[in-house]
């Protein structure tokens, strides 16, 4: 019997509409889905009835599905002969694990295909007009996680962080106080604006711009939840933000554009 094929899609940040026309096509024509938690109702519903669909989500501090297992999973479809589909959030190479599981998958001798998705930090920016490069400002992208392989583990970054640099933190934990150390720490000044945005693209999204030595204060947003930080974020537009939650200093460049540089919160 011949292997199948496993295919890791990336489903994009959260709007089903920034899904890609191939991960579409692909998703149709599945028989089996391997899903994270965080893929939305509306692309797994592109997902043919015939085909079997398993939730793999994992989740710090949450009980979650073994990475290992995942793997097993999807070699065993594979080798049934089945097209399987391993549906992960964003882009599958970008803090996805998509590494560990292609490793795997080519170890065993199966065919793989990657078909990659809009990795949160460009959907998150786009949605509310950050520009994450600007020839004025930001010269250098950084994109890092808040957590490692073991969620009681902080992730490794550069020792010092360029002041004309756009950095994205992915994950960044519950700990908003201690990152803002560990920024001040890499050398960005306090008044570096930022920006936590959650379920980015979604009707739930809620975005807070503050500032780093602001961080410790920041209201809660549930996760999924990403930081943006560097001067690019007074570009945001804030009639674009559903709620903010304290006085911040908007591009002046927008304000002649729109008078109103900020709404209150609800």
Known sequence: MATGTVFLV???PGDPELLTLKAAKVLRAADVVLHDELVSADILRLIPATAQVI????RCAKKSTLQEHINHLLLHYATLGLQVVR????????????????????????QVEVIPGITAALGAAAGIQIPLTHREFSSTLILVTGSSRHCEHIASW?????????????????????????LLAAGLAPET??????????????????????LHSSPFLSAPRLLVIGEVVRLADPNRLSQQ????NFSSRYAEVSPNTRESAE
């Open 87 to 110: 549906l992960k959030g964003g882009d599958p190479f970008i803090f996805g694990r998509g590494g560990e599981e292609l490793e795997a998958l080519r170890q065993s001798g199966i």
């Open 10 to 12: 990336g489903a994009g």
């Open 158 to 182: 550069p020792d010092r962080l360029p002041s004309n640099a756009t950095v994205v933190v992915y994950m960044p934990g519950h700990d908003l106080g201690a990152l803002e150390q560990r």
């Open 193 to 214: 604006p930022c920006a936590i945005i959650s379920s980015a693209t979604s009707e739930a999204e809620q975005v807070h711009v503050t500032t780093v030595e602001y």
């Open 245 to 248: 939650f304290n006085e911040f």
């Open 55 to 58: 939730s793999v989500g994992k």
